[in-house]
């Protein structure tokens, strides 16, 4: 050990050496300088861990109490204490744990032991209703159907039968504008990644507050950059799995970088999509094109959006995209489930066209607007 660390910290040193003696007499100091060297190297090895950890703040403090072992009564009167400000935009949850709906928000709870939860073993959906109509019901259900089959996740319901469980959960809610958020998980059993511990799947339906964009954001458009977060391979792009690590670190590198959103390319240099949303450009042509959907969830509104264009006589096209496809195209666009779409202005340094909302975006989120009356009514 160097000299400098006993005499800069005399007491700490002389005090551990003393420990360690009264621990251990093979290498107490009294015995010898040669056992006194051992001791002294010992302690430069657990003075060098200490220091180490508690730079790095990893140092945890030992309870000085004992923990207490609470009954059902003692748990139910501290969930209730429990309370923050996002509660107030749950309106109802199902689940098939419980066996039923639930409109307290402390109830809003799963098994740690769901693969859902310590394995992100899941597929879900995100579904809006605006007017007290489900958009693109269908659709999504169909997508969560087409997740759980690429996994192997068999799930314990019809789709008519997932359908009549959210409109019974929206009623139960009693909100016109919403965002449902449905996920089907491998279900509880076990903390092992075997996906045939758990006994079967469950399902789970939370009715949220629909957020939305200030209008500002429609009116002068937002400003995006390019995500350094590698993309996921195209098997799981392709998948709405629970396991969302990459998105994440997207969304923060987006809100680090105080821009709007970022979107990703892949390993050869073309445009995938953003954390949520799926990116569409208008080119020099003046033709609506998406990114192939190689590494890229297939959005539904996008498809949605997409369909109406082609039936209105737009042109469509998909092909791979470069940044210079994006930098150089007359509109880019935004298209999720609560964006509706979003027009991009700004990539980067860079203007999108004049810098000005274009007239393809303005048109096809009115558009989107009107497909809104065609969904389910509940």
């Not at 007499?25 to 002294?40: D, H, P, V």
């Not at 402390?106 to 007290?132: N, Q």
């Not at 264009?309 to 880019?332: F, P, Y």
């Amino acid at each position: 050990m160097s000299p400098h660390i006993l005499k800069t910290r005399p007491k700490i040193g002389i005090k551990m050496l003393e420990h360690m003696t009264q621990m251990n007499g093979a290498i107490g100091i009294r015995q010898g300088a040669g056992q006194k060297n051992a001791a002294i190297g010992i302690f430069h090895v657990w003075y060098v861990t200490f220091d180490l950890a508690r730079q790095a703040r990893m140092i945890y403090s030992i309870p000085m109490s004992t923990i207490e072992i609470l009954n059902p009564h003692q748990i139910w009167e501290r969930i209730q204490q429990k309370n923050n400000a996002f509660q107030a935009g749950y309106y109802a949850f199902y689940s098939s744990w419980y066996g039923g709906i639930v409109k307290d928000p402390h109830f809003l709870m799963c098994p740690l032991d769901d693969h859902m939860v310590h394995r992100g073993d899941a597929v879900f959906e995100a579904i809006k209703t605006v007017g007290r109509q489900v958009f693109l019901l269908d659709p999504h259900i169909d997508r969560l159907f087409v997740s759980a089959e690429k996994i192997g996740l068999k799930p314990r319901w019809s789709k008519a039968a997932i359908k009549d469980i959210i409109l019974q959960t929206l009623k139960a809610a009693d909100k016109s504008e919403t965002l449902i958020r449905l996920f089907l998980s491998r279900g509880p059993g076990g903390f092992t990644t075997n996906p045939y511990d758990p006994a079967g799947t469950e399902l789970y339906i939370v009715i949220t507050e629909l957020k939305l964009l200030p209008a500002m954001k429609y009116q002068a458009g937002v400003h995006i950059g390019r995500s350094e977060i590698p993309v996921k391979e195209t098997w799981m792009a392709q998948v709405k799995s629970c396991n969302y690590l990459p998105n994440v670190m997207m969304k923060k590198e987006a809100v680090d970088r105080k821009l709007d959103f970022t979107v990703s390319f892949d390993r050869d240099g073309f445009l995938t999509e953003s954390s949520t949303e799926n990116i569409v450009i208008v080119d020099q042509e003046g033709v609506i094109t998406q990114p192939e959907l190689r590494n890229i969830l297939k959005g539904t509104t996008m498809t949605r959006a997409l369909d109406i264009a082609k039936a209105s006589g737009k042109q469509i096209a998909h092909r791979n995209l470069t940044e210079k496809d994006l930098v150089s195209a007359k509109e880019v666009m935004m298209i999720g489930t609560t964006l509706d779409v979003l027009p991009v202005t700004k990539y980067e340094n860079h203007i999108i066209g004049d810098g000005q909302v274009g007239p393809v975006a303005i048109w096809l989120k009115s558009q989107i607007e009107a497909d809104f009356k065609k969904g389910v009514a509940f």
